[in-house]
């Protein structure tokens, strides 16, 4: 009888035990996160992340992910959407229609999920391996009724409270048709403007307006070299010593390019060199805690199909269907407090909500 007591309390004790951990478990991942690292390949669905993942041996980053879901992407007027509608969806909440820049359709002014993070004393940033100007990164930051009109979309920057930004496009602050030198007025509103990596790298605190181009930055294979992952780096230092933590948005935009082009070689090393960045955030998020990073894309572009691949020999073989954009759901990943938002099929304008429910703050409506 004693033997049996023993042999019950035993199984009570493992019992209470497991249902400990699961409670603790439970309560990390409902616990708000502090950070939120949202990372976009530009043009990459689930073909470009699995050609590289091939040619990386079977092996990348993503594999972290706890969360998986799957956002459809099509714009306000079209089926196929451009970067411009998709970033404005995903930032603001609102379909548009394609070229628009976080406008609505009738070109009424948007609010981006950047801007409620400063509301909420959140420091903000963005990185981009493409003009930081360009559709996806303006989307965040700009309220234009054309992705074309970059000079506005600079001066956009200085009517906000943007901690960083690094990317290309120093041509739009400083060599301009109405002869504004952005350069010069960002400095007086505090930031310190650096002019290459180096520069960016080197900048200790405070608020950063890095420009690593005149105007897009060359491929990583052409000279950029790793430049995204340093800027992601560096931007996690310099935003992590906010209390009250930060939002930041980072760019692989050249996958996109390389999909345009119809170009394996292109596509696959601009994958590789955006999970590069992708490693930075989860190593950040893991050691951190407080932290969720989600990965996506605002669109597949090329339709590109995987025939053939061998993971030891790190080969793959493709094709594309298209130069253009495609309407195919694009995967999302997730880890982190909130991860368990991001699963299931949902619109791109779902993001903004997510990322505000994941912070506590009450929905936009």
């Not at 004693?2 to 603790?24: A, E």
């Not at 411009?84 to 609505?104: E, F, H, R, W």
């Not at 930004?165 to 301009?176: K, P």
Request: with cysteine; charged share 25%.
């Amino acid at each position: 009888m004693k033997n049996k007591l023993l042999s019950l309390s035993s199984i009570l004790l493992v019992f209470l035990i497991l249902l400990m951990s699961s409670c603790t478990a439970d309560a990390q991942e409902n616990k708000p996160a502090k950070n939120i690292i949202f990372l976009i390949g530009d043009g990459m669905g689930l073909q470009q992340m699995f050609a590289a993942y091939t040619v990386n041996g079977g092996d990348l980053c993503i594999d972290k992910a706890t969360h998986v879901g799957l956002q459809k992407t099509q714009s306000a007027d079209k089926y196929i959407t451009d970067s411009a509608a998709s970033g404005t969806a995903m930032a603001c909440g609102k379909k548009t229609y394609n070229g628009a820049i976080g406008v609505d359709t009738l070109g009424n002014d948007l609010e981006s999920i950047l801007k409620v993070a400063e509301q909420y004393g959140k420091s903000t940033g963005l990185v981009s391996t493409s003009g930081i100007t360009h559709a996806t990164p303006a989307s965040f930051i700009a309220n234009e009724k054309s992705r074309n009109n970059y000079e506005e979309i600079a001066a956009d920057f200085l009517k906000t409270d943007i901690d960083l930004f690094i990317g290309g496009g120093l041509e739009h602050f400083n060599n301009r048709k109405d002869g504004r030198d952005l350069t010069a007025e960002l400095q007086n509103n505090g930031y310190a403007v650096a002019m290459d990596i180096d520069e960016v790298m080197a900048h200790a605190s405070g608020k950063l307006a890095g420009f690593t181009a005149t105007g897009h930055n060359p491929r990583t294979t052409d000279g950029r070299n790793d430049m995204l992952k340093l800027s992601t780096q560096k931007a996690l230092e310099l935003l992590n010593t906010n209390e009250k933590g930060f939002f930041i948005m980072i760019e692989g935009s050249q996958i996109d390019w390389g999909g345009h082009a119809n170009n394996e070689e292109y596509v696959i090393t601009e994958t590789l060199d955006f999970f590069e960045a992708v490693e930075e955030a989860i190593r950040f998020a893991e050691e951190d805690g407080e932290t969720l990073v989600v990965v996506t894309a605002d669109h597949e572009t090329g339709g590109m199909v995987v025939k053939d691949g061998d993971f030891e020999k790190k080969k793959v073989k493709t094709k594309f269907t298209s130069r253009g954009h495609t309407g195919i759901m694009i995967p999302v990943y997730a880890l982190g407090p909130g991860a368990e938002l991001f699963t299931g099929i949902y619109e791109n304008t779902e993001f903004k909500n997510k990322f505000m429910a994941v912070w506590g703050i009450p929905a936009a409506e």
